[in-house]
């Protein structure tokens, strides 16, 4: 499979704890992007690195989310103290350089914060 | 903040109408995308324009940008229902660095129904 994979496609969890996401992107593209989706919205973007190099991050990424891409390989998206709010789907995309040729997206991993 | 804002939200079509959808943004742009995303899925990409052209097309799809209103539209001739799924618009933000563009700018899509 030569596309975006992320794991886990689902996640429940209570109110408080800590989950982590796993992307791995497209093994040629050197840039990968966390977005967030809410029910009825677009996606908004999150964060992006280029290789291991965390170079953006979004005033929707507070301090309770980190984001790591060691080696520039796959990435990790960490949610500390979850709140409801934070339930969305969380997708993950990859492209070459600035993606003239569009981004390539994984299936996301849908959060659920009970 | 979404830059990008798709008209219409909604669209119910049968099968073998075309449908096209439109998208209008705010700032200057380097390119225009299109994406796809099926119920529940990760987004498809579609096709991208460059703000130097003006219409592109790709198998049943057609794409045209005027960077002068801000505004492109989509067209999907021939519709499936396989087609049947919300559609959303994506433009580049220029940092005000300077560099290269980095992020996507969604709208918050139009849902297409294809009547079988």
């Known amino acids: 499979d030569t596309g975006v994979s992320q794991d886990p496609r689902h996640k429940i969890t209570k109110r408080g704890q800590n989950v982590t996401f796993r992307c791995d992107p497209i093994s040629e593209h050197n840039r990968l992007y966390w977005y967030r989706q809410t029910l009825g919205q677009g996606p908004e973007f999150l964060t992006y690195f280029q290789n291991e190099a965390q170079l953006e991050k979004s005033r929707l990424l507070s301090d309770r989310f980190s984001a790591e891409r060691p080696k520039g390989s796959f990435s990790t998206l960490e949610i500390q103290r979850t709140e409801q709010g934070d339930s969305a789907m969380y997708l993950c995309?990859?492209?070459f350089g600035e993606g003239y040729y569009g981004y390539t997206f994984g299936s996301g991993t849908r959060l659920t914060v009970v | 903040s979404q830059q990008g804002e798709e008209d219409p939200q909604a669209l119910s079509i049968q099968e073998g109408e075309n449908a096209t959808m439109n998208c209008s943004y705010k700032?200057?742009?380097?390119?225009l995308q299109w994406y796809r995303q099926n119920s529940g899925r990760g987004l498809v990409h579609l096709i991208l324009?460059?703000?130097?052209?003006r219409e592109k097309h790709s198998g049943r799809l057609r794409v045209t940008l005027d960077t002068s209103k801000k505004s492109s539209s989509l067209l999907i001739t021939a519709s499936r229902a396989a087609d049947t799924a919300s559609y959303f618009c994506a433009t580049d933000v220029v940092p005000y660095s300077g560099a290269g563009s980095y992020q996507l700018t969604f709208g918050k899509g139009t849902k297409l129904s294809v009547i079988p």
């Open positions: 995309a990859s492209s």
């Open positions: 700032t200057s742009i380097n390119n």
């Open positions: 324009i460059r703000s130097n052209e």
